[in-house]
């Protein structure tokens, strides 16, 4: 009897963790997802200089022992040469990302640079 209780005590536990939720990771950074929007053949093309593109540094992936650095731009992965709001990566650094969109170029930094007050003394 005492081992037929534990076995379905057992298997109600089983079932129960099966459906349970997967814990998110608090040190994770949360990033927005970004939808693509399905294109419209009849939108007509943005005139360069009107509209400037909405870009959010989020993170940057960079080792230097590699060529290969990354960055998260308003929630995509993205690595040099990629376009993202019409602005093209031209270089990844390890707090800045280079762009250009409509032959400017664009500086997004990672974190604010830090001003510092004179202090007498």
């Given at each position: 009897?005492?081992?037929?209780?534990?076995?379905?005590?057992?298997?109600?536990?089983?079932?129960?963790?099966?459906?349970?939720?997967?814990?998110?990771d608090?040190?994770?950074?949360?990033?927005?997802?970004?939808?693509?929007?399905?294109?419209?053949?009849?939108?007509?093309?943005?005139?360069?200089?009107?509209?400037?593109?909405?870009?959010?540094l989020?993170?940057?992936?960079?080792?230097?022992?590699?060529t290969?650095?990354?960055?998260?731009?308003?929630?995509?992965?993205?690595?040099?040469?990629?376009?993202?709001?019409?602005?093209?990566?031209?270089?990844?650094?390890?707090?800045?990302?280079?762009?250009?969109?409509?032959?400017?170029?664009?500086?997004?930094?990672?974190?604010?640079?830090?001003k510092?007050?004179?202090?007498?003394?």
């Amino acid at each position: 009897m005492f081992k037929k209780a534990t076995a379905a005590l057992l298997i109600y536990c089983l079932a129960q963790s099966a459906g349970a939720t997967i814990l998110r990771d608090p040190m994770r950074p949360k990033i927005p997802v970004v939808q693509q929007l399905p294109k419209n053949e009849d939108a007509k093309p943005v005139q360069p200089g009107i509209q400037k593109p909405s870009l959010e540094l989020h993170a940057i992936s960079y080792q230097r022992a590699s060529t290969r650095h990354s960055a998260i731009i308003n929630g995509q992965w993205v690595t040099q040469g990629a376009v993202v709001d019409g602005a093209t990566v031209v270089e990844i650094g390890e707090e800045t990302v280079q762009l250009q969109h409509n032959d400017k170029d664009i500086t997004l930094t990672l974190t604010p640079p830090i001003k510092r007050k004179k202090t007498e003394g």
